[in-house]
Every structure is written in C-alpha cells, then in structure tokens.
C-alpha cells in the first residue's frame, strides 16, 4: 500500500525508513537532506508547499508553513476566488486538522451535487459527414455535391454531442484523484463518499497539460461573473476544489512549478501575491491600484539585463506614486540598499517595507537617508495571524508614504 510521508516547508522533519533516492531528480534541487543514525533522514524543503509523486509510489505532501488555515486564506484572497461557503464550510481556527475535513467533504458532497443534477457535461460541436442528418446543421453545398456524387456518406455538417471533456470537470477529477493526499483519512467517511470519488477520481485526464489553463479558466471565471443557468451548480464544488488543489501545491499563482506528477507552489510569491490583494483591497477607494512590478520595465545597468523588480507598486492612473517589498526575514542592509535603488529609479523620496515583527523591529521605523533625505518606511506585521496582518494593512493606508 502506498504512503503518504508528511513534512513541513522550510522546517527540518525527520522519517523513519525514508529512502531518499525515491525523491525524482527534478525536484531534489528544492529539498536539503540530512542523515542520522538508526536511518533516520531529515528532509527540509525550500519555500514550497504542494505534493511530490515518489519513485517508489508513495507522495511527498509538503505543508504550509503557516497552517492550514491561513494557507487557505491566503489562497482564496491571492487567486480572487472565495473558497468559502457559508454553512457548506464551516472552520473553527483553533484546530489546524479542521479545514482540511470540511473541505474535503464539503467537496465530496458538491460532487455528488454536480452529478444528481445528470448534467455533468458540456456540449461541443464536431464537422462529420455521416448517412444520417446531422443534428446541429446542415451544409448544404457540400451535402448536393456528395449526393450528387452518390456518395455513401452523403450527408455533412455539424453534429452536436455530450462531452465530458471540459476545464470544470477535468478540473474536478483531479482534485478529487489526490483528495487523500490532502487528507489521509478518507477511510472514514461513509460509503457514498467513497463511490463518489471513485467515480470522478476514475475520469482524471492522463495528462496534465491542460490543468495549468483549465485552473485559470475556472478561476478567472469564479471571481468575475461564475456560473449561472444550467451550470450554477458547478460553483460550490468548483470553488472547494481549487481550496483542494491549492492545498497541493497546485494554483496559478506565481512561482508555481509542474514537473511530471509532482505540484509545488512557491508560498514566499503566493505570500506576496496576498499582501498586494490586501493592499489593493484598501486602497480601492483611494482610486489607487496596486500590482507588482513587470520584469523588462525598469532596467539597472543599460549594458546588462539586470531588472529591478519592487513587489509593491502603487499607481494612481499611470502614474507611480508609491513602491514597496515585502520581507520574509528582518531586513538587513542589503534590502534598505534595494529600496534606496528603487526610489531613484522611480524617482521618488520615500518607500516602505513590509517585515515580520521581530526584536529588531517590534514597531514602525523611519530611516532617512543621510545625503538627500530620502525616506524607507519599515512596517512589522504579525505573519503568524493572517487577520490581524489584513486589519494591519488596512490602517496602513492612511499613512503610508506616498507621492503627492
């Protein structure tokens, strides 16, 4: 029977009868190993959560290093998409296992849902040339010219048929294909749950070339206009089977990786991805927009392709009127360098950094600059609590330092 081995991102855990040499090579760049006596192997991973497919069979299911919890809330605020649903998901914050079972039967229950409906399909239209009529419409040149030619198949046209093959349900099989990589203990649910995700896990695509895209799709669509008349009950299960795959390692958000079976996200780009949609968020009403930097804009060096790239960009029309980074780490001199480079190239006179609370700073700090005045602003939030870094964000709005 396949294993499912559990370790932490950016955390030492140490396995009992691990054998590192089921890791594939295209993804041991992202892990450090350690070995100790009695066979015991550490595995530390890099800033990445997701699933890893092994050699020998069993999955490598790499947590976030902020919970559950907050790892969906930061996903559901980063892709736009609300992963909860009212009295269908229910968590209670105080226990890490929690949202992890009520998605998942939550999203075994939608399941069942889009399947009752009998209508868990789409339509396409295909060119055929038939004996029959085709029952979407009729050329009618081509259809004279093959009887006129007294052929066997005189008819051509468009035949409408049913497909399974649509990005909401390959977007489905998949989730529910490695539903118990995210939660091991499926055994206990009841029969029907079993059958149902037997049923969608069987229909999983073989190739994964399309999820990239058909996630996207799906996405885009439930934060804009979602899903309505025959399809309205696609959304609930939609919605927790991105919470699913997001858990996995598998979204669009950036920094994300796919190679052959295993999925991982980079958690620091999908943390920075939430801070700017929080930043966003507050400064809607400010008519301000927020979005990171686009490689290629703002070149260092006119010789060389070196880039500056800030997290945090604030615009008011065209104009840039404010620019940030976000810190995984205290910051040191080289990040204040960094911002110091950022305002010359913007051509502004203050910054900001967003750093976890730490001995070096527990609260707001002001830097200026000895030789022209300019100011970094260093504001601490607490990484820990996801809530309290939104309200956090929000007052930051009043007095962050902005041009004009």
């Given at each position: 029977m396949a294993t499912t081995w559990r370790i932490k991102e950016q955390n030492i855990t140490w396995l009992e009868r691990f054998d590192l040499g089921w890791i594939p090579d295209n993804v041991a760049d992202r892990f450090a190993f350690l070995a100790a006596p009695g066979g015991r192997v550490g595995i530390r991973s890099a800033a990445y959560v997701g699933s890893v497919k092994l050699l020998n069979g069993d999955t490598l299911v790499i947590q976030s290093k902020y919970g559950?919890?907050?790892?969906?809330?930061?996903?559901?605020?980063?892709?736009?998409?609300?992963?909860?649903?009212?009295?269908?998901?229910?968590?209670?914050?105080?226990?890490e296992k929690t949202p992890v079972r009520f998605i998942a039967e939550a999203f075994l229950r939608s399941l069942a849902?889009?399947?009752?409906?009998?209508?868990?399909?789409?339509?396409?239209?295909?060119?055929?040339?038939?004996?029959?009529?085709?029952?979407?419409?009729?050329?009618?040149?081509?259809?004279?010219?093959?009887?006129?030619?007294?052929?066997?198949?005189?008819?051509?046209?468009?035949?409408?048929?049913?497909?399974?093959?649509?990005?909401?349900?390959?977007?489905?099989?998949?989730?529910?294909?490695?539903?118990?990589?995210?939660?091991?203990?499926?055994?206990?649910f009841p029969d029907e749950y079993q059958a149902e995700l037997s049923w969608w896990s069987a229909r999983a695509p073989l190739s994964l070339a399309k999820l990239h895209a058909d996630i996207e799709t799906v996405a885009t669509r439930l934060a804009g206009a979602g899903y309505y008349s025959q399809h309205d009950y696609y959304e609930p299960a939609l919605r927790l089977a991105l919470g699913v795959l997001g858990m996995l390692?598998?979204?669009?958000?950036d920094g994300e990786t796919v190679s052959g079976r295993s999925f991982l996200v980079d958690s620091n780009a999908l943390f920075e991805e939430?801070?700017?949609?929080?930043?966003?968020?507050?400064?809607?009403?400010?008519?301000?927009?927020?979005?990171?930097?686009?490689?290629?804009?703002?070149?260092?060096?006119?010789?060389?392709?070196?880039?500056?790239?800030?997290?945090?960009?604030?615009?008011?029309?065209?104009?840039?009127?404010?620019v940030g980074d976000v810190k995984h780490k205290t910051p040191d001199s080289s990040d204040f360098y960094q911002m110091y480079t950022y305002l010359r190239q913007f051509d502004l006179v203050s910054g900001f950094l967003l750093t976890p609370i730490s001995s070096k700073f527990p609260e707001d700090q002001v830097f200026t600059t000895a030789r022209d005045g300019c100011t970094i602003h260093v504001y601490p939030v607490n990484i820990e609590d996801l809530k309290s870094v939104e309200h956090r964000l929000n007052q930051l709005t009043d007095i962050l330092p902005l041009k004009g």
């Open positions: 559950d919890v907050d790892f969906i809330r930061m996903l559901s605020k980063a892709t736009g998409v609300s992963l909860e649903l009212g009295s269908d998901v229910q968590y209670n914050e105080a226990d849902e889009v399947r009752s409906q009998g209508r868990a399909f789409d339509w396409k239209d295909t060119k055929v040339v038939s004996s029959k009529r085709p029952n979407k419409r009729l050329y009618l040149k081509e259809t004279a010219s093959r009887v006129a030619m007294h052929e066997l198949k005189p008819f051509a046209g468009l035949q409408r048929s049913r497909t399974f093959d649509m990005p909401e349900n390959r977007v489905l099989t998949v989730a529910a294909l490695h539903l118990p990589n995210v939660f091991d203990e499926l055994e206990q390692g598998l979204s669009f958000a939430y801070m700017r949609r929080c930043l966003s968020d507050s400064l809607n009403d400010e008519g301000l927009i927020v979005q990171k930097a686009v490689k290629g804009d703002r070149r260092l060096f006119s010789q060389s392709d070196e880039y500056l790239i800030p997290d945090i960009l604030i615009l008011r029309g065209s104009e840039i009127v404010g």
